[in-house]
């Protein structure tokens, strides 16, 4: 309950006077969320012996067909060998195209294969039917406050690549 007053609960209470206990209800909240959010994706990911990583690779690459090897690292924030583990399965399972850079030939420009647009689309679906219902339920207003609430809690330099990624899909 919110600090003097009394009654109100982890919706009601005024945001300035957060508890502990109800910054927990949220933490836990979001994990369980989370849960949901990814129990599709993974059990169909599962299949092919793939895991969260994969997923994320697919993603952004679907988002910016071409991007670079380097601008994925810099989205995801992983090692390059993590990231070149994914992308060596991801490329020899027939789902990613790696083409080489036409002004600079050192780069890596990285595509989804019609077989890997097809499991992106498989991966998202459930994702967002589960993102719509539950901004539908929730209603405007709270899907820009958890907007913000989310924007709020990256770091400075994950904002910005945030807000570009939005900007240019890249």
């Given at each position: 309950?919110?600090?003097?007053?009394?009654?109100q609960?982890?919706?009601?209470?005024?945001?300035?006077?957060?508890?502990?206990?109800?910054?927990?209800?949220?933490?836990?909240?979001?994990?369980?969320?989370?849960?949901?959010?990814?129990?599709d994706?993974?059990?169909?990911?599962?299949?092919?012996?793939?895991?969260r990583?994969?997923?994320?690779?697919?993603?952004?690459?679907?988002?910016?067909?071409?991007?670079?090897?380097?601008?994925?690292?810099?989205?995801?924030?992983?090692?390059?060998?993590?990231?070149?583990?994914?992308?060596?399965?991801?490329?020899?399972?027939?789902?990613?195209?790696?083409?080489?850079?036409?002004?600079?030939?050192?780069?890596?420009?990285l595509?989804?294969?019609?077989?890997?647009?097809?499991?992106?689309?498989?991966?998202?679906?459930?994702?967002?039917?589960?993102?719509?219902?539950?901004?539908?339920?929730?209603?405007?207003?709270?899907?820009?406050?958890?907007?913000?609430?989310?924007?709020?809690?990256?770091?400075?330099?994950?904002?910005?690549?945030?807000?570009?990624?939005?900007?240019?899909?890249?």
């Amino acid at each position: 309950m919110a600090e003097g007053r009394p009654g109100q609960g982890f919706g009601g209470e005024s945001l300035l006077f957060l508890t502990d206990e109800q910054l927990r209800q949220g933490i836990e909240a979001m994990f369980f969320a989370y849960r949901g959010f990814t129990a599709d994706p993974d059990r169909i990911l599962a299949e092919l012996a793939y895991g969260r990583a994969h997923h994320r690779a697919i993603h952004f690459i679907n988002r910016a067909p071409g991007t670079t090897v380097n601008n994925l690292l810099s989205i995801l924030g992983v090692t390059k060998q993590s990231l070149n583990r994914v992308l060596r399965a991801l490329i020899g399972d027939g789902l990613v195209e790696s083409r080489v850079g036409v002004t600079d030939k050192r780069e890596r420009h990285l595509f989804l294969t019609d077989k890997g647009r097809a499991l992106e689309t498989s991966l998202s679906d459930a994702q967002r039917a589960r993102m719509r219902a539950a901004y539908k339920d929730a209603g405007p207003e709270a899907v820009q406050g958890f907007k913000r609430v989310l924007e709020s809690m990256m770091d400075s330099d994950m904002r910005r690549a945030y807000a570009k990624l939005r900007e240019t899909g890249a």
